[in-house]
């Protein structure tokens, strides 16, 4: 998992920081139509993670898999006190400053959640893509079980397909190697119900997840020159296709993207779930 991670994480900031909208969010947004901007649908999912877990000032909430600090800096911004978890030693000094720089109530930590030894309970968790480079969910399960308090939950994003977990032959050779692949989703649902969790709402993002990879790619294409002068032709060649290919996967239904949130008390059966367009 730590060679998978460096190999796709671990280059410097800047080249992932040149596509990604100012939010530096590594995963879908959420669109209230096609027409949407990256920026805001990026916006829309961060504080929806926030509002559906029930963050308020003060409250800890951990971040597995917290990339350049996403959800750091927005939740951190409204005093909630994140810990993020990242097995990238680029995104962990990244963090660290960007922790450093605002003043965030926050913490970032270069661990593998299979080491992890909470040193406090936690008042939500997010898994903003982290959950591609987790397969073992009843690890996951029984770790939230374990380390969230009783009124507490838990917010996903991720992309799955119905054909099984591994991802492509051109993805884990040139931009995932190792075990990143697909969340299988009944497994996932099976592991946290056993677990002790309701889940309380499981929405269809595909399209939203399509649009994304749409305008990264956009935006990937805009600085692609510049990017291949100072980091190689290959790189930006493989990235530039799984951008695009992704979009296409996902625009064409054969792969889907999904939030999913879960809490260990029931609820009233309202949704939280932002706007039409998904």
Request: charged share 20%; aromatic share 12%; hydrophobic share 40%.
């Amino acid at each position: 998992d730590r060679e998978s991670v460096a190999e796709h994480y671990d280059r410097p900031p800047e080249f992932f920081l040149a596509w990604l909208d100012p939010s530096r969010s590594y995963t879908h947004g959420f669109y209230a139509s096609p027409d949407d901007d990256v920026a805001t649908a990026q916006r829309r999912k961060l504080q929806f993670a926030v509002d559906a877990l029930g963050l308020r000032p003060g409250m800890d909430v951990l971040d597995v898999g917290c990339g350049w600090g996403c959800f750091v800096e927005h939740a951190g911004r409204l005093g909630v006190r994140v810990h993020g978890l990242t097995l990238s030693r680029e995104q962990h000094a990244y963090v660290t400053e960007l922790i450093r720089a605002q003043g965030l109530p926050c913490t970032v930590t270069l661990v593998d959640v299979f080491d992890y030894a909470p040193p406090r309970a936690f008042d939500g968790a997010v898994f903003m893509g982290g959950l591609e480079h987790i397969p073992d969910y009843r690890f996951v399960a029984r770790f939230l079980a374990r380390h969230l308090r009783p009124e507490a939950g838990v917010y996903c994003d991720f992309v799955t397909t119905r054909t099984g977990r591994l991802a492509g032959a051109f993805l884990r050779k040139y931009v995932f190697p190792g075990i990143t692949g697909y969340v299988e989703l009944g497994r996932l649902v099976t592991e946290l119900t056993a677990a002790g969790f309701n889940v309380a709402e499981l929405v269809d993002d595909t399209l939203s997840d399509a649009w994304t990879l749409r305008d990264w790619a956009l935006a990937f294409e805009r600085c692609r020159e510049d990017l291949a002068q100072r980091y190689g032709q290959v790189p930006v060649r493989a990235f530039l296709l799984y951008l695009w290919s992704s979009h296409h996967f996902l625009a064409t239904n054969r792969t889907q993207a999904y939030h999913l949130v879960a809490r260990r008390q029931p609820g009233s059966g309202g949704s939280a779930a932002p706007p039409g367009g998904r």
